[in-house]
């Protein structure tokens, strides 16, 4: 296993998703500065093409820095990690039995530093900021990302600030205040927060981590992509059930399917995207089944997976296109739905999953029903978290007394 | 990355580490049958040399798996993994600066299914169950081995029963639960816990987990040594410092530095093995300030580092014969330490560490002060576990008012 060291960046310019507009590399970004939508980045494939293989990723370490041409750090020591990426890929025949399936994996997020998918983004946007000089960065969050932020900012030894809604579960401001961030509590909800966040550039100089508001979580998350892909020996499944808050992972997984395409590892056939979200926050359900290329922000927005509380995403229209561009469709579920799916994952393959993961098999079952989803189909679902990061109510504990132990009873 | 496939076993026999006594490999065995002491596995390490090198692991798969010659497992189809293993060994420059060290590391097992060092050995000891044909598993457990085995049970489809103590903090009991395993709350401490299940054997025939008490979950543990060995290229650290409860993570990695240097992998040259306990649970401390072959049981255990609170080890005669045997030694530190210095890896490196990876901090600390350990030596910290995990109190919320948003107050 070889770390990678880059003799050059490869990375050629930033270009406005909505209107094409394009944008100065290697200097900070933030929105497009003419429609104030998200930037993606751009590579000079034919290069990347000329000095990576398949054969030569093999033999690097088991982090998403394997694949270091396609990410837009440039020096070494300004990578910030934790040995994030490269999570299992795991085949689930017993799950895919009660389904009725026979080609099924969860691809599980829960397996990194902060138990949760948004290291991916954090890691790679941290040492871009590292890189660019940023020392101070701000965040909203209701969640994982708060932590991941957190962790990142501390191993970079940078100064974190982190605004919450100050319903915020125990677990998340444990964590961020283990990590040393600074944590504030708001009378508000998260748009609150994200609009302290954005208001306190000036005065504070920080960096806004807020999704998709700079270009590079979604390099860091586009790598879920790529590993799938790797896992699979360059087959990709037909399906991809992705949980959909801000959908920062799934414009990242169709950005590099695109990347990879370009550079001859797959051929034009893609996985068609599944957008999963919670019947009490579904915008993007809701503007997929309507046509719409943008979708309205969802009024009182309330589910227990809270990383699907997302009201109005930016990146909505990319979220939307990559979803339409692959075939794939959008799909409701209730509460009631996905918390029951997390005890069936768990029972039946010993992996805890988040709420959000429990959704996508809540997915899959709507699908199958429906037809949507063949049985003979290859699926990856993506369980973004663990469910530790969680709130979770245990069944009412069964006591038993040491002076008299009852085997029949325990064995009932 | 390759998976591997065994054409044959490497096992050759078990062996009481106590007394000596030879056991069949291939069926199933719990203590040694003379002396009730553990029995360890013994491999065909001459024929393991011929088929295995350095470079043909390089290209396996991520996991612990990939030391499969090395492991008692025969057939793929026994396998039952979670993606368990290769866990990153990370260099952490800032928390070494603030100790005044120039080469530590923290072998981050956190970063495992069930969020600890323990799914190491329940993966290989059910896999080996899985062999051997058990269908249901019991263990006495206050912490991380009841979710442990929890998890892999249920991906084995095996029955699962847990016997923990009444006053178990709520989040192992919810781990438990939500992976579906039969718990039962005892009015008594762990060792009342391992009776009932020694003891319902025979009504239940339920195969006992307990540490130790059968010959694989070391075997699983083992690969920790494997894995420092492979990552630091072969050359191993000057100290390890591992936090001691059972043991069976010591003992195996001493037993892997034995068995890579019968296959030429390393040489005669050992890292110099640091236990680590809690002050009010110290029992291998004592013993081995004393001297002792064995260590007596300690009474009235306390400590908020629940891995740490094991006040007698089947296996202290091999623990203190590791720690021995490479010039090691053992170390108590408060309650108080390793809860501030859990604190200082968190904010330093992003890693939320177990109390008990906080505890080998503190004991660096002591070995630094009384130059046991000198500054220039290079360290391998062992963190068993996530601080999700486990009960932590933040810091007062600090909340603000989003109508009246003060941003000097925030920066101050």
Redesign the interface.
């Known amino acids: 296993?070889k770390a990678v060291q880059l003799s050059r960046s490869y990375v050629t310019r930033l270009v406005c998703g909505k209107c094409g507009k394009p944008h100065q590399a290697g200097v900070l970004q933030g929105l497009c500065t003419a429609c104030a939508r998200p930037l993606l980045v751009e590579y000079d494939l034919p290069a990347i093409g000329r000095v990576l293989t398949k054969k030569a990723l093999?033999?690097r370490e088991?982090?998403l820095w394997r694949y270091r041409e396609l990410l837009p750090v440039v020096e070494d020591a300004h990578i910030v990690?934790?040995?994030e990426g490269?999570?299992?890929l795991?085949e689930v025949p017993?799950l895919a039995a009660q389904l009725g399936m026979r080609r099924l994996y969860i691809k599980?997020e829960?397996?990194?530093?902060?138990?949760s998918f948004k290291d991916r983004g954090q890691a790679v946007a941290i040492s871009m900021a590292k890189e660019l000089g940023v020392k101070r960065l701000a965040i909203p969050s209701a969640g994982n990302a708060a932590g991941a932020m957190?962790?990142?900012?501390?191993?970079?030894?940078m100064e974190v600030?982190v605004?919450m809604p100050?319903d915020v579960p125990?677990?998340n401001?444990?964590?961020c205040?283990?990590?040393?961030a600074?944590?504030?509590?708001?009378?508000?909800l998260i748009g609150?927060c994200g609009?302290?966040v954005k208001?306190?550039k000036d005065?504070?100089g920080w960096f806004d981590l807020s999704t998709l508001k700079e270009p590079y979580r979604l390099e860091g998350k586009k790598t879920m992509g790529l590993e799938i892909a790797e896992q699979m020996g360059w087959e990709l499944p037909d399906v991809v059930v992705y949980p959909t808050g801000g959908g920062t992972g799934l414009i990242g997984m169709w950005k590099a399917f695109n990347e990879m395409e370009a550079l001859g590892w797959i051929g034009k056939q893609r996985p068609r995207l599944v957008s999963v979200q919670a019947a009490g926050c579904a915008p993007i359900v809701r503007a997929f089944e309507q046509g719409a290329e943008h979708a309205e922000p969802w009024q009182n927005a309330h589910t227990i997976a809270s990383g699907l509380r997302v009201p109005g995403a930016v990146g909505d229209f990319l979220i939307l296109r990559a979803i339409r561009e692959t075939g794939g469709t959008a799909v409701a579920v209730t509460d009631e739905e996905l918390s029951a799916d997390?005890?069936v994952v768990?029972?039946?393959?010993?992996?805890?999953p988040a709420p959000e993961g429990g959704a996508t098999v809540s997915a899959v079952k709507r699908l199958l029903k429906s037809g949507w989803v063949r049985p003979d189909e290859s699926v990856v679902l993506f369980n973004t978290g663990?469910?530790?990061?969680y709130p979770?109510e245990?069944?009412p504990?069964?006591?038993?007394?040491?002076e008299a132990?009852d085997?029949?009873a325990?064995?009932a």
Chains 1, 2 share one sequence.
């Open positions: 296993m093999a033999a088991p982090s990690s934790l040995g490269m999570t299992p795991l017993r599980n829960a397996m990194m530093p902060t138990l957190a962790a990142y900012g501390a191993r970079a030894g600030y605004f100050d125990l677990g401001r444990v964590e205040d283990l990590l040393g600074k944590v504030f509590l708001v009378n508000g609150d609009k302290i208001d306190g005065a504070l997390q005890q768990a029972r039946a393959e010993g992996i805890c663990h469910a530790m990061k979770y245990p069944a504990a069964v006591h038993i007394r040491k132990v085997f029949k325990i064995g």
